[in-house]
């Protein structure tokens, strides 16, 4: 199984990037098999796929159950597809779970193709069906009141620019002061960035060394003219849980709308949008097992949350979103949201094992390690799937190639193709080298414990001959304390 992982390819990594790439591009059959091999490897409560499918949404396991390997395919290319590497990069995103697949396959393959939105027969009656269904799944995640509060979107990023941009633009004659933080995802801080150029004042709040906002700083920076925080729910490097209920209490005392942007947390740990007051709320398909380019944003109706649409069109998702909702996606995203609501608690239990086990692993085996963000393991305030650990002396990039068997991300994968070092370990104080060296283990559904083992062996092998290369981790061998060296020649360390 392991060996399965080993990617043979060498040479550069743009090299590596290439052959894994194309590797993927030829995978899928294999891929899924080796999938529904890790999903009998880490057992569902209430299990198997197909039956769940036939259950809950008539998918037909005999029609369309887990695939198994193809046979008309060569045994070369069968080899070839077992040079992926070990996948641990589940907040960049999540394979999709094979219920969520059966859910959908019906309304792509046989007789619901229908527009949603045609109401003048069954073809649209029934995927019109579907859709509401859906959106009750997603509506009962997050505690919604009502089923209309849920608007489909193609994702979170979507949902956070129509959120942000679309509540300030509305309400722009009377307010015009948006409050967010500094670790924010880019696409809610390129919308406040827009909205600034617009004429609208943001204050960026920053966070503690745990990335943790600060209750009272959020308080003292509420103005007369705020309309709107934006705070994610957790932080897609570092893992943090924001305070949601507090931030939700303060923002209703002040009568200031609260949006959370919960891409990395809908599905994993609770949340109730009515006990939390939280207002808008915005969720991403496939990070949570389910497919991508859907998403969906919850806008609170009592008290209502006006929206200024960015997008002309007809009128669709009551006026918020305007285009004809993709009725697989959304049934996809409907059936990862219900897998998620039964099966929260068996996973929230198994990933914290595993991030716990890799923790304690890494600990005993290297020193001069550090976990950034909140440091325990099992802290309460960690999403126990996200673990982001720098290692002294170790370059990550470095690291990362020396990793190749194991898909990771070294910072935010959306910021990975950067050099600079991620902006939101410089916001929790870490400095500039520890934030150079850091590592996110992605920890999933379908991660094994074999697969952790894996890793943590790999590891600290590697972390330990990248430092025996490291003439700093001599000098700290030595006894010598890297912050009382002065470095001449322009810094070159
Ligand atoms: C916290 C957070 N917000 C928003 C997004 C964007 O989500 P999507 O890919 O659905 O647009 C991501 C994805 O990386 C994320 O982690």
Redesign the pocket.
Known sequence: MISSHVMRASGSRLAQRIVAQATLRSATPRAVAAYSTGVSAAPRPSDRASSFATQNYGGGAGTYGIPTVRKDISSREQSDMTTLPLYLDA??TTPMDPRVLDAMLPYMTSHFYGNPHSSTHAYGWDSEGAVETAREQVASLIGAADPKEVVFT?????S?NIAIKGVARFYKKSKNHIITTQTE?K??LDSCRVLEQEGFEVTYLPVQSNGLIDLDALRAAIRPETCLVSI?A???EIGVIQPLTEIGQICRENKVFFHT?A??AAGKIPIDVQKMNIDLL?I????IYGP?GV?ALYVRRRPRVRIEALQSGGGQERGVRSGTVPTSLVVGLGAAADVCAREMDYDHERISRLSARLLAGLQEGLTHIAVNGPQEAGSPIRLPGCLNVSFSCVEGESLLMALKDMALSSG???TSASLEPSYVLRALGQDEDMAHSSIRFGIGRFTTDAEIEFCLQKTIDNVTKLREMSPLWDMIQEGIDLKTIEWTGGGAH
Request: glycine content about 10%; hydrophobic content about 25%.
């Open positions: 907040q960049a193609s994702g979170a990023t979507e956070n995802h696409c809610v994610m957790v932080n897609n942007d891409a990395q915005s991403s398909g496939h990070k991508k998403g935010s994968a959306c």
